[in-house]
């Protein structure tokens, strides 16, 4: 059987103030963003959605990768349902597979590329559609499991689904991108110098802080939890 490949989305070259809005100053935020810098991002490809379970389905079928919690768990298995319980790891490997078996050279998305990618266009604004969280864009607050992919509108790029439903994992090690703001989540015994950047809250994400366009979390590599998934970037 061949790969599913994603349904890719053109981004066009621009510039982005990252980290906009300011971070307000809440004392329990449990990672603080830098605004100001603004940089230039080439133009890339997307996946519209986030993989998918038909999508990671197939590739196990393949490999005989390890398969993902939740992923034959009422509630999670539907074939239209974000892939949960994917560490970093598990994300860069299928990456690899779905280059090797298609000749598109696939990746994670950058850090700036997620953040570019998820204003659609919009400047300084908190989420994709505006500055309010509006349960009719996104799934937040609580929900028992991510709803399937393109359940709510795209953005102003034809990206959907960069904010709740699943963290997303980025390609950059956090430290790399975070201004100084050091790497400390280390529940699975490494180095957290090596996590990466995850973006985007999730579905039972209940601050709308970390569902800011402008938050970035990180996780240890070889973390993998029901909230987190991925898509991929050319």
Same mark, same amino acid.
């Given at each position: ?32 963003? %830098? ?13 519209? @959605? ?5 999508? @990671? %389905? ?47 050279? @696939? ?29 009719? %864009?996104?799934? @937040? ?8 992919? /393109? ?12 904010? /709740? ?63 987190? /998934? ?5």
């Amino acid at each position: 059987m061949a790969a599913i490949e994603p349904v890719l989305v053109d981004v066009p070259a621009g510039t982005l103030a990252i980290g906009v809005p300011e971070c307000p100053p809440d004392p329990n935020l449990q990672r603080r963003w %830098h605004t100001g810098k603004r940089i230039e991002v080439a133009a890339f490809r997307i996946g519209k @959605y986030p993989v998918t379970n038909r999508e @990671y %389905h197939r590739y196990i079928a393949e490999t005989g990768a390890d398969v993902p919690m939740r992923l034959d768990v009422d509630g999670f298995d539907d074939d239209a349902l974000p892939v949960v319980g994917i560490s970093w790891d598990d994300a860069t490997a299928y990456a690899t597979w779905l280059t090797e078996n298609t000749g598109t050279r @696939y990746r994670l998305p950058g850090d700036a590329e997620f953040e570019y990618a998820a204003r659609g266009g919009r400047e300084g604004s908190k989420f994709p559609w505006g500055d309010e969280l509006d349960p009719a %864009h996104t799934s @937040y607050g609580g929900m028992a499991a991510p709803p399937p992919v /393109g359940t709510y509108p795209a953005n102003g790029f034809g990206v959907c689904d960069m904010i /709740g439903g699943v963290w997303e994992w980025c390609q950059d090690p956090y430290e790399d991108v975070s201004d100084g703001d050091p790497a400390t989540n280390n529940p699975t015994g490494g180095d957290p110098s090596s996590n990466p950047v995850l973006r985007g809250g999730a579905y039972f994400t209940s601050d709308p802080l970390n569902l800011y366009i402008a938050y970035r979390n990180e996780d240890p590599p070889d973390l993998r939890h029901e909230v987190i /998934g991925f898509r991929v970037a050319v």
